[in-house]
């Protein structure tokens, strides 16, 4: 069972910047794949951003690129979203998953972290 959880939330003005961590209680950590959402009040659940076991891969959402930097230190356990140039519409809770393949079961295993608000506000 994965634990993981989520810091570095909070309330910025436009075109500040902010840096969520995640870290993850897995010791296999570099086996699982790693993404933040986010879910906005009254809005579904989106993915933001996406980066491999390996951290060869990443993938963003089209409203973040260029803005958002998702990276990981494996050696710390530990998934970082590097956010610059906040916008009001970034307004949300921000989710941490993991995610890795269960060749057992042939199925995917996804665990969450409890979310850390962040708030785009003047």
């Known amino acids: 069972q994965v634990q993981l959880v989520e810091s570095g939330g909070g309330e910025v003005q436009p075109g500040g910047s902010l840096r969520l961590s995640c870290a993850a209680s897995?010791?296999?950590?570099?086996?699982?794949?790693m993404s933040w959402y986010r879910q906005a009040p009254g809005k579904e659940r989106e993915l933001v951003a996406t980066?491999?076991?390996?951290?060869?891969?990443?993938n963003y959402a089209d409203s973040v690129k260029g803005r958002f930097t998702i990276s990981r230190g494996n050696a710390k356990n530990t998934v970082y979203l590097q956010m610059n140039s906040l916008k009001p519409e970034d307004t949300a809770v921000y989710y941490c998953?993991?995610?890795?393949?269960?060749?057992?079961?042939?199925?995917?295993?996804?665990?969450w972290g409890q979310g850390t608000q962040v708030t785009v506000s003047s």
């Open positions: 998953n993991a995610q890795t393949w269960d060749t057992v079961r042939a199925m995917y295993d996804d665990y």
């Open positions: 897995e010791v296999t950590f570099n086996s699982y794949a």
């Open positions: 980066i491999t076991s390996a951290g060869g891969n990443t």
